[in-house]
């Protein structure tokens, strides 16, 4: 594993969210958890779900994992959503590897269940 991912957490260890709070265009604020971070190829990327306190409005979201270039200007980082379709396909696909493997997911039987749908 690279160096700049972010170590995803196994079953049975303790866990403690690393949340996020995004403030967008309308000046709205939203939290996100970070699930993973890591690189590829050039750019860093961040995988969130919508974070609520409550664990009941928790289990009513259909929790939508949404993928975050980090950028950097002028020393400051920033976060922006992944919009071109190659890029999402293929940071998308790393974290769900990643995940996969740490959560033990068969990938073709998940795939599988989505076509079925």
């Known amino acids: ?62 929790a939508e994992m949404l993928i975050m270039r980090v950028g950097e200007e002028d020393g400051e980082e920033y976060l922006d959503i992944v919009e071109d379709e190659s890029e999402l396909q293929g940071a998308g696909q790393m974290f769900m590897n990643r995940l996969s493997e740490v959560y033990n997911i068969d990938l073709d039987e998940l795939e599988k269940q989505f076509k079925d749908e």
């Open 1 to 62: 594993m690279d160096a700049t991912n972010k170590p995803l957490d196994g079953p049975g260890e303790e866990y403690e969210p690393d949340i996020l709070t995004l403030e967008d265009e309308d000046g709205h604020e939203h939290m996100f958890e970070v699930i993973d971070a890591a690189s590829l190829g050039d750019n860093r990327y961040l995988a969130v779900v919508p974070y609520f306190e409550n664990a009941k409005d928790r289990l009513a979201e259909d």
